[in-house]
C-alpha cells in the first residue's frame, strides 16, 4: 500500500505541478483557452491559485522524500482536497462538467493520500 500512496501523490503532485506553473507562467488571455473561469478571476487569483498548486505538489513528495516533518505530507493532501473542494463549487455553479469531473477525481485521490498517511501508512 505505501509503494501505491507514493504513486498516487506523484500523479496528483505531478497534475498539480503542471496546472500551478501554467497558471504562473502565462497570461490570464492565454489561459482563458484552457480554463474558461479564468475570464472572471482577477489576475492576482489566478496566480495565487497557481502558487497554492505548486505549494501543494511540494508538500506532497518533499517531506515525505526527505523524511523531514512527514506529517506534512498528508496536511498538504487534505489542503489539496478542501482546495479542489472549491474548485469544484466553482465548476458546477458556471455549469462545466468537465471540470467538476476532474476536481471529483483530484479529491478523491488527495482524499486517499491523507488517510492513507494520516493513519495507517504513515510515518
Known sequence: MNVFLWIVQAIVAGLLALSGLGKLAQPKDR????????RDMSSATVWLIGVLELLGAIGLIAPAATG???VLTPIAATGIAVMMIFAAGLHLRRREPSGVAVTTVLIVLAALVAWGRFGPYGW
Open 31 to 38: 489561459l482563458a483557452g484552457r480554463y474558461p473561469w479564468v
Open 68 to 70: 523531514v516533518a512527514t
